[in-house]
């Protein structure tokens, strides 16, 4: 189960798309908006980086297309750059987007935000599910 790391005893753990707790997504690379592993979001988060993926050749080219190259490694920013098998933290309207053009990446919906529910309805979601 993972709790905000300011969360208090007393609040509910974040939840994912299946009403579940939410799972991390990956360490390797870090991911998250938080950089903790998990889809985590919050008021900062103006991209609601929410959903679990496993990148693809595809997607990554799309994404590199629509401006926003997650393929090169950023060191000062503690970004070593992603490649295909990756798991990734993207953002919600990004990820319908690509779906949209017939590329989104697959994903972890144990490990996919229950937010990203506001952005990209659940069926979309269950049709590209891995693991």
């Given at each position: ?75 000062e920013?503690n ?12 953002c ?40």
């Amino acid at each position: 189960m993972i709790q905000s790391a300011d969360a208090s005893p007393t609040e509910k753990p974040e939840r994912n798309v299946l009403g579940g707790p939410l799972v991390e997504c990956s360490r390797d690379p870090l991911t998250g908006f938080f950089r903790d592993g998990c889809c985590r979001t919050g008021p900062d988060d103006v991209g609601t980086h929410t959903v679990c993926a496993m990148m693809t050749a595809e997607f990554l080219e799309f994404s590199r297309s629509r401006g926003n190259d997650l393929l090169t490694p950023h060191p000062e920013w503690n970004f070593p750059g992603l490649k295909p098998g990756d798991r990734w933290c993207l953002c919600a309207s990004r990820w319908l987007e690509a779906d949209e053009a017939g590329c989104a990446p697959g994903v972890v919906l144990a490990a996919t935000h229950e937010r990203t529910l506001d952005v990209v309805p659940i069926e979309r979601l269950r049709a590209r599910a891995i693991v």
